[in-house]
């Protein structure tokens, strides 16, 4: 019995605690909903006008070269060319009528409780600021002088036992064009480090061998959806033949880094052309990285020397990992040829010459080319410095006429007086100096890299000249 009289009390104790909680859950509830009755209560009494003055909080002026590169564009002109962005207008650009009724609509609505120029100019740089700032300072960020590293071969003592590698009638540079080539290293883009030692290591060969150019990874993105794009495209920029510098250069410039890694379809590729010639050739390969397209290059490059002692596949590995050199080496021995690691330019065109004394002959040939590096293009690099910043300057310019137009044009429609349009013209004045104040100071920077590097090759080939120089006295030899 008296566990009867327990249970039921027990009962009754939960009844009474379920009602509780079924009480506070319904208290709860209603509390929660008053707070977002509250909350929307407070969004609907937000204006218009705070709300997009919350927004211009948001917008940026760029101090240095980099933030200014990252400004975006504005909400209206986002959609605006390069052509648009970078065409002055010296009678004054006027808001383009395709944005101006959006633009006023914008304004209206900040003006009608807004009288701050801070803030106005604020609203101008949100809605019309230039939409190119990425391109046109990104350009000249991104620049570095491409003078072609000098290929100084270091001399050696002639002996019974010396064994030098024969140039190779056939000469075939195969050039890596995967995306992992648009990293930097050492400052530059390894994809124009690369253009460099090619161009270079062409230039030598292209005295005794026929040249020819191919490239792989040029094709398509880095994106899964593109790997079978990539993969199969291999293609002869330069067919083989007798080496022209104008034109070679010009297969190199045109050659552009975006995906995948198909080493060993481009040896395969290689070995499919010639397939037919009984000829010596000698693959030269300039590459990062592995193969990255499912393939067999060590297989390739065995098949591609079989049986054929007067083939080889050399292979130049530019700052590559551990791994990647583990089978780049692989490669280069099955093909019968030398793999050669470098990190910097210097090393790679320093690695890849043919070991000989120079003649006097040659030794005039380096003086010109000195005089000639100091001349045409270090005028070409300045001159392309001069044009980059010509551009990203014309933006800065089409941004300040279009912001004073948009003050005029609120003061036509009374959304602001005159008084405040002047202080509006002031600040769009002053960001217009601020930002050409860092497109000089980066035009300065990179002219001077120019100098600097031409100076360094010049200094580079005097000590070389004066050292071979003595070398040839010292022989006896009459080099002049």
């Known amino acids: 019995m008296k566990h009867y009289i327990v249970l039921a009390a027990l009962a009754v104790l939960l009844v009474g605690c379920t009602k509780n909680e079924e009480m506070e859950t319904k208290e709860a509830l209603v509390d929660e909903t008053q707070i977002e009755e509250q909350i929307e209560e407070q969004i609907e009494e937000q204006s218009e006008a705070s709300i997009i003055v919350q927004e211009l909080s948001k917008v940026k002026v760029a101090k240095t070269a980099e933030e200014l590169a990252e400004i975006p564009p504005g909400i209206l002109t986002q959609d605006f060319s390069i052509e648009s962005e970078s065409a002055l207008h010296w009678g004054g650009a006027e808001v383009p009528e395709r944005i101006k009724e959006q633009f006023l609509e914008e304004m209206e609505v900040l003006t009608s409780e807004v009288s701050d120029p801070d803030i106005i100019f604020s609203s101008f740089l949100h809605y019309l600021g230039n939409s190119q700032y990425e391109y046109a300072i990104g350009r000249l960020l991104d620049y570095y002088p491409e003078f072609d590293e000098p290929l100084l071969p270091e001399p050696y003592e002639e002996t019974e036992d010396t064994e030098q590698e024969a140039v190779p009638s056939k000469a075939i540079i195969l050039l890596d064009a995967s995306s992992s080539m648009l990293l930097k290293a050492n400052g530059r883009l390894k994809m124009d480090t690369a253009k460099s030692a090619v161009r270079s290591f062409a230039a030598t060969m292209g005295n005794e061998s026929a040249i020819s150019l191919y490239v792989y990874g040029h094709a398509g993105t880095q994106a899964r959806s593109d790997k079978q794009l990539s993969c199969g495209t291999i293609d002869e920029v330069y067919p083989l033949g007798e080496y022209d510098q104008s034109k070679f250069n010009d297969a190199v410039a045109a050659v552009l880094a975006k995906g995948w890694t198909p080493l060993a379809g481009a040896i395969k590729q290689v070995r499919e052309d010639h397939q037919s010639t009984l000829d010596d050739i000698t693959v030269y390969i300039v590459s990062d990285g592995a193969e990255t397209c499912d393939g067999d290059p060590v297989a390739e490059a065995l098949a591609f020397a079989d049986g054929n002692p007067e083939r080889h596949v050399n292979i130049i590995g530019f700052q590559v990992d551990q791994q990647a050199e583990s089978q780049l080496k692989a490669v280069a021995e099955a093909g019968n040829g030398t793999y050669i690691g470098a990190n910097t330019l210097d090393e790679m065109t320093s690695q890849i010459t043919e070991i000989w004394l120079p003649s006097g002959l040659d030794i005039?040939?380096?003086?010109?080319?000195?005089?000639?590096?100091?001349?045409?293009?270090?005028?070409?690099?300045?001159?392309?410095?001069?044009?980059?910043?010509?551009?990203?300057?014309?933006?800065?310019?089409?941004?300040?006429?279009?912001?004073?137009?948009?003050?005029?044009?609120?003061?036509?429609?009374?959304?602001?007086?005159?008084?405040?349009?002047?202080?509006?013209?002031?600040?769009?004045?002053?960001?217009?100096?601020?930002?050409?104040?860092?497109?000089?100071?980066?035009?300065?920077?990179?002219?001077?890299?120019?100098?600097?590097?031409?100076?360094?090759?010049?200094?580079k080939i005097a000590d070389y000249i004066d050292r071979m120089e003595k070398l040839h006295k010292e022989k006896g030899n009459v080099i002049w």
């Open 364 to 459: 005039l040939g380096l003086r010109y080319s000195s005089l000639n590096i100091g001349m045409w293009p270090k005028l070409g690099a300045h001159e392309k410095v001069s044009g980059y910043a010509s551009v990203a300057d014309n933006t800065v310019k089409v941004e300040y006429q279009r912001l004073r137009s948009a003050a005029k044009l609120l003061v036509k429609k009374e959304m602001i007086d005159e008084n405040v349009k002047e202080e509006l013209f002031t600040r769009i004045e002053q960001h217009k100096e601020q930002y050409w104040a860092i497109i000089d100071d980066l035009k300065n920077e990179k002219s001077q890299i120019v100098d600097d590097e031409v100076d360094r090759i010049e200094q």
